[in-house]
T-cell receptor, first 114, second 115 residues
């Protein structure tokens, strides 16, 4: 059983601030990690994927992965009200009968206030 | 790139009827497609995984005879909710992936209401 834990929030930050979202996972052999954003009433949208230790930057988003600590995070710089959504951390099952299955955290609800 | 479509986006039907939902990968070939269900304010729940040309693998507790999944090509999977009842009303979302190790791209979802 793979467990993915997220700081449940809700997280509230002012516009322009940095929002920090954290996630830990239990399966040491996991190799693929993702952050999805889900607006209320909509389907998840892929924000970042990360496969190796270190930082990966894409625009205002930076994903950080530390496999030794089984920890993955997402930083959102210059947060905007349009970033207000639920952010889902996801880990892929990369072995066995569940190959390819995504395991999601419960999500962190982020509110960016003007 | 990596666009997944679903049709219809919304459907209202009477209890006892069957509803078919289509999921298409528009600009890539999806070896694997996934079907999820999400109730209001709850987490995504994986219903089944399907690989092109193979039978779908259903999650525990999901009735395979009620939720029929067909993955006939690398760009199309369908979910048929047979003899739908009000408790089947939910948001059904598909996702597609080029390989088991890669990211999944989600369709926009289908909101099913059974009267």
């Amino acid at each position: 059983q793979k467990e993915v834990e997220q700081n449940s929030g809700p997280l509230s930050v002012p516009e322009g601030a940095i929002a920090s979202l954290n996630c830990t996972y239990s399966d040491r052999v996991s190799q693929s990690f993702f952050w999805y954003r889900q607006y209320s009433g909509k389907s998840p949208e892929l924000i970042m994927s990360i496969y190796s230790n270190g930082d990966k930057e894409d625009g205002r988003f930076t994903a950080q992965l530390n496999k030794a600590s089984q920890y993955v995070s997402l930083l959102i710089r210059d947060s905007q009200p349009s970033d207000s959504a639920t952010y889902l951390c996801a880990v892929i099952a990369d072995r066995g009968s569940t190959l390819g299955r995504l395991y999601f955290g419960r999500g962190t609800q982020l509110t960016v206030w003007p | 790139g990596a666009v997944v479509s679903q049709h219809p986006s919304r459907v209202i039907c009477k209890s006892g009827t069957s509803v078919k939902i289509e999921c298409r990968s528009l600009d890539f070939q999806a070896t694997t497609m996934f079907w999820y269900r999400q109730f209001p304010k709850q987490s995504l729940m994986l219903m089944a995984t399907s690989n092109e040309g193979s039978k779908a693998t259903y999650e525990q507790g999901v009735e395979k005879d009620k939720f029929l999944i067909n993955h006939a090509s690398l760009t199309l999977s369908t979910l048929t909710v047979t003899s739908a009842h009000p408790e089947d009303s939910s948001f059904y979302i598909c996702s597609a992936s080029t390989s088991p190790y890669n990211e999944q791209f989600f369709g926009p979802g289908t909101r099913l209401t059974v009267l």
